[in-house]
Nanobody, 124 residues
Framework: QVQLVESGGGLVQAGGSLRLSCAAS????????MGWFRQAPGKEREFVAA????????LYADSVKGRFTISRDNAKNTVYLQMNSQKPEDTAVYYC?????????????????WGQGTQVTVSS
């Protein structure tokens, strides 16, 4: 079992930055791809970013490409999402997920473990 706990969410003005963290416990996440997803009110959960187990490969949703950066520190069993130039449409609950494979994937069904989420609100 892998337990994931997100932190770092909050309220930020448009154009601002936040850094989300996802701390894993239970088992190492070093063999797994990790991802971030988000869900806005009234909308379905959507893919944001993913990273391979060795950080050699990353994927981003078109809506965040160039603004968000995913990274990981396997020694700390932690994954990060640096969010810059934030927009009101980035407002959502952000979820960290641990994948069943070592390559990053867009599809939510390929992730085995999920955190409880952290709220990010971007004001205009």
């Amino acid at each position: 079992q892998v337990q994931l706990v997100e932190s770092g969410g909050g309220l930020v003005q448009a154009g601002g930055s936040l850094r989300l963290s996802c701390a894993a416990s239970g088992r190492t996440i070093g063999t797994r791809a990790m991802g971030w997803f988000r869900q806005a009110p009234g909308k379905e959960r959507e893919f944001v970013a993913a990273i391979s187990r060795s950080s050699g490969s990353t994927l981003y949703a078109d809506s965040v490409k160039g603004r968000f950066t995913i990274s990981r520190d396997n020694a700390k069993n932690t994954v990060y999402l640096q969010m810059n130039s934030q927009k009101p449409e980035d407002t959502a609950v952000y979820y960290c997920a641990a994948g069943g494979a070592y390559i990053p994937r867009y599809e939510a069904y390929t992730y085995d473990y999920w955190g409880q989420g952290t709220q990010v609100t971007v004001s205009s």
